[in-house]
């Protein structure tokens, strides 16, 4: 069966960097883009990118351009997340979830939580 | 920048059916899909419809999406209301403007 399964919970200072790990595993990697989706305690579902794991290529929320990198490894079907420059604000459930071409996102991990301390 | 707005929260009775809105602010809510999520709390989102009105298997036909170019908006019905479908509803889309995709703001759903 499809899982995507994330690294552990982070905390971090402001100012640091915070990488996010997501295993993939049940199908095949390189066939199916992969979404990243936060979630600030309390709010709503942020959008915050895309990575296609075949080629690499990556679309980033404006919002986040410029301290947002998204990576893959092949070798162990894992893609990465990683957000620089940290804020208070950064604090939140950080979710991969596997994507359909139509842009939905049909298998989700289980959320990594990330806080943030000044 | 496209927005999805959805009502902020719902409440209805056992046995009867919501509507759950979501209106898109600009370009056609037909020109791209959209999906719902419900997310139960402590919980990572399942879906619950894609591409308007397709329903992932083991989601029971109690729901369904659909689209109205009148109102510009999307609507999830949720009929014969459970009290385990209490949660939060939110909906996506994308805007193919600046390739970005967009969650409405989510709707609370409580079963009382």
């Known amino acids: 069966q499809v899982q995507l399964v994330q690294s552990g919970a982070e905390v971090k200072k402001a100012g640091a960097s915070v990488k996010v790990s997501c295993k993939a595993s049940?199908?095949?990697?390189?066939?199916?883009?992969v979404h990243w989706v936060r979630q600030a305690p309390g709010q709503g579902l942020e959008w915050m990118g895309i990575i296609n794991p075949g080629g690499g290529h990556t679309t980033y929320a404006q919002k986040l351009q410029g301290r947002l990198t998204m990576t893959r490894d092949t070798s162990t079907s894992t893609v990465y997340m990683e957000v620089s420059s940290l804020r208070s604000e950064d604090t939140a459930v950080y979710y991969c979830a596997r994507g359909v071409n139509s842009g939905w996102a049909d298998n989700w991990g289980q959320g990594t939580l990330v806080t943030v301390s000044s | 920048n496209l927005m999805l707005t959805q009502p902020h929260s719902v409440s209805e009775s056992p046995g009867k059916t919501v509507i759950i809105s979501c209106t898109r602010s600009?370009?056609?809510?037909?020109?791209?899909?959209v999906h719902w999520y419900q997310q139960r709390p402590g919980s990572a989102p399942t879906t619950v419809i894609y591409e308007d009105n397709q329903r992932p298997s083991g989601v029971p036909d109690r729901f369904s999406g659909s689209i109205d170019s009148s109102s510009n908006s999307a609507s999830l019905t949720i009929s014969g209301l459970k009290t385990e479908d209490e949660a939060d509803y939110y909906c996506?889309?994308?805007?193919?403007?600046?390739?970005?995709?967009?969650f409405g703001g989510g709707t609370k759903l409580t079963v009382l």
């Open positions: 049940g199908y095949t990697f390189s066939s199916y883009n």
């Open positions: 600009s370009g056609s809510i037909a020109s791209n899909y």
């Open positions: 996506q889309s994308y805007d193919s403007s600046n390739h970005e995709e967009v």
